[in-house]
């Protein structure tokens, strides 16, 4: 988690800055399911999932808010508006964790639900750092008014948990814990120290978020062990298609300014 305030107090939208992207992702898909460096093996469920629902995956990893904050010309106001909404979006994503540990059947799944409800927990302390820089405390974000893609983004995961099992939650949990570790190893490359949105990039591209992200994809693996089975691959990919495309959605609402 970045310490350096200044960091955060610089991040205004930039004019031209190096394309630090332009290679990240290809949009063709590969034959077979691959592993994603540092996170994912070849053979995880994440790494299935990814492959089965590769155009979704790319709209959201390759979509033009993360181009232009990879390459510093997204738009300050955007980027305040995102942030304003992840705030409230995390809120909910903790209660996700903490439904995960009610619908968890061993101490060692509760366990690991509650180190995630922690985890995202302590990832508010970015947002909160980011709008202290813009005269903005935790309780003006706390009082924004919802726009539509947070609601409806957060209520799926939640509807998910509650109408299936653990498994379910936590793969429509993956796509937000998972592909922002993925975004961020691709950002962090050769970023410059002034960077806009350095804060936001080593955030979620430094090794503290890349372990959470590990965590919940042995997670993934072995709830699949224990749970899955050849007749549950079609509705875990229907949720997975469904929380990535909701993602794209999310950077979406921020591009535009949506409510
Ligand atoms: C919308 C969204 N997706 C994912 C993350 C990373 N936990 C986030 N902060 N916001």
């Known amino acids: 988690m970045p310490e350096d305030s200044e960091d955060i107090a610089t991040a205004t939208a ?14 063709a898909p590969p034959e077979t399911p691959e592993a994603v460096p540092g996170l994912a093996a070849a053979d995880s469920l994440f790494a299935r999932l990814r492959h089965a629902c590769w155009p979704e995956w790319h709209a959201y990893l390759d979509h033009p808010f993360v181009r232009r904050m990879a390459d510093g010309s997204l738009r300050q106001e955007c980027f305040r508006h995102y942030m304003g909404q992840d ?6 994503f903790a209660r996700a964790y903490a439904l995960g540990v ?5 101490l060692e799944d509760m366990r690991r639900m509650g180190a995630g409800m922690a985890a995202i927990l302590d990832e508010m302390g970015l947002h909160v750092r980011y709008c202290q820089s813009w005269g903005l ?9 919802e726009s539509k ?13 509650l109408a299936g099992d653990l498994l379910d939650l936590v793969v429509a949990l993956s796509p937000c814990i ?13 970023i410059d120290d002034d960077h806009p949105y350095g804060a936001w ?16 994809v042995e997670t993934m693996d072995r709830l699949m062990v224990e749970r899955g089975g050849p007749g549950r691959m079609p509705g875990l990919v229907d949720t997975f298609r469904q929380a990535t495309r909701l993602e794209a959605d999310f950077w979406q609402m ?5 409510d």
């Open 102 to 106: 009610f619908k968890s059947e061993s």
């Open 87 to 92: 705030y409230l979006f995390l809120i909910h």
């Open 178 to 190: 998972i592909g922002y570790a993925e975004i961020g190893a691709r950002l962090i490359d050769g």
């Open 149 to 161: 893609a947070t609601m409806a983004y957060t209520r799926y995961v939640l509807e998910r948990g």
């Open 137 to 145: 405390s935790p309780e003006d974000l706390e009082r924004l008014p």
């Open 254 to 258: 921020g591009l535009t300014l949506a």
């Open 14 to 27: 930039a004019g031209e800055r190096p394309d630090a992207y332009t290679d990240a992702h290809t949009d």
């Open 201 to 216: 990039i080593r955030e979620y591209g430094g090794a503290g978020y890349r372990q959470v992200a590990r965590d919940a």
